[in-house]
T-cell receptor
Framework: DGGITQSPKYLFRKEGQNVTLSCEQN?????MYWYRQDPGQGLRLIYY???????QKGDIAEGYSVSREKKESFPLTVTSAQKNPTAFYLC??????????????FGPGTRLTVT | KNQVEQSPQSLIILEGKNCTLQ??????????LRWYKQDTGRGPVSLTI?????NTKSNGRYTATLDADTKQSSLHITASQLSDSASYIC?????????????FGTGTQLKVEL
């Protein structure tokens, strides 16, 4: 899991509630990412950020929001607009976005269950 | 369409045996190919990363091969151990405007038994 922490490990919410997932890294990486993992599917990119105060939508950004106020932190909010929020959420970071050879390091993940 | 397909979907082997996992991709253009190991309920951990010019790379008992012409890769695990039980994910990176995009396979679920 390197120097990336995600909290909490398990999260339960009622439908209609917003919930924020935490991601912190101490690797001094510029780029950070949020992925969603569902059974039988590959990881899908939700949002990414290559620098503080800047972030871009990934492939499945609808119903999610992020902020990047500090280099170390990239919280993800799952809003009530997300139709199928129950999933395993993974945060990752890399030195920067542009260099393809740079490794992406993943956090331990947060499993969100919405009922 | 940029896709990464892995086979088999799942595999059970006895401890000490070898196995080979397959990855075929249609991603283009190509930057590199990565193999990750993901334990249940944990984040993926990198095993290898290979560029276009590399056709083999090892990391301990893990050896990855790449044939960029046929767009195929394999991950060979030698002398398997119980701790090798995990999902193995093939990931292909391609350059996009201002960065690189990763396309993930769905993984091969490996179980090593006594």
């Amino acid at each position: 899991d390197g120097g990336i922490t995600q909290s909490p490990k398990y999260l339960f919410r009622k439908e209609g509630q917003n919930v924020t997932l935490s991601c912190e890294q101490n690797l001094n990486h510029d780029a950070m990412y949020w992925y969603r993992q569902d059974p039988g599917q590959g990881l899908r990119l939700i949002y990414y950020s290559q620098i503080v105060n800047d972030f871009q939508k990934g492939d499945i950004a609808e119903g999610y929001s992020v902020s990047r106020e500090k280099k170390e932190s990239f919280p993800l909010t799952v809003t009530s607009a997300q139709k199928n929020p129950t999933a395993f959420y993974l945060c990752a970071s890399s030195i920067n976005l542009a260099e393809s050879s740079y490794e992406q390091y993943f956090g331990p993940g947060t499993r969100l269950t919405v009922t | 369409k940029n896709q990464v397909e892995q086979s088999p979907q799942s595999l059970i082997i006895l401890e000490g045996k070898n196995c080979t996992l397959q990855c075929n991709y249609t991603v283009s253009p190509f930057s590199n190919l990565r193999w990750y190991k993901q334990d249940t309920g944990r984040g993926p951990v990198s095993l290898t990363i290979m560029t276009f010019s590399e056709n083999t790379k090892s990391n301990g008992r893990y050896t990855a091969t790449l044939d960029a012409d046929t767009k195929q890769s394999s991950l060979h695990i030698t002398a398997s151990q119980l701790s090798d039980s995990a999902s193995y994910i093939c990931v292909v990176s391609r350059p996009t405007g201002g960065g690189n995009k990763l396309t993930f396979g769905t993984g091969t679920q490996l179980k090593v038994e006594l």
